[in-house]
Nanobody, 117 residues
Framework: QVQLVESGGGLVQPGGSLRLSCAAS????????VSWHRQAPGKERELVAR????????TYADSVKGRFTISRDNAKNTVYLQVNSLKPEDTAMYYC??????????WGQGTQVTVSS
């Protein structure tokens, strides 16, 4: 069974940090690029970060550049999103996605990040 399970979300104050995790199973993890997306109430889903299969290439949305860092540990079948200097506008459900053209496109259930004082 293919699974992606996000964890690490929570309630934090502005300026705080979290490390989100996406644990994968059921497919050849290192062959897949992985991305993080977020969706806030009343807003469209937004791509926030992406990492290539071996971790050599990363990209970020302008809204999070310099504050968020995506990384992966293929030995643990896990991708991380370190989120720093959090702002209230970062509040959203965060989802991970594993994708390989012509092979698969998988989504997790999401983890909630809430930034509030």
């Amino acid at each position: 069974q293919v699974q992606l399970v996000e964890s690490g979300g929570g309630l934090v104050q502005p300026g705080g940090s979290l490390r989100l995790s996406c644990a994968a199973s059921g497919f050849t993890f290192s062959s897949y690029a992985v991305s993080w997306h977020r969706q806030a109430p009343g807003k469209e889903r937004e791509l926030v970060a992406r990492i290539s299969g071996l971790g050599g290439t990363t990209t970020y949305a302008d809204s999070v550049k310099g504050r968020f860092t995506i990384s992966r540990d293929n030995a643990k079948n896990t991708v991380y999103l370190q989120v720093n200097s959090l702002k209230p506008e970062d509040t959203a459900m965060y989802y991970c996605n594993a994708k390989r053209p012509f092979s698969g496109d998988y989504w997790g259930q999401g983890t909630q990040v809430t930034v509030s004082s």
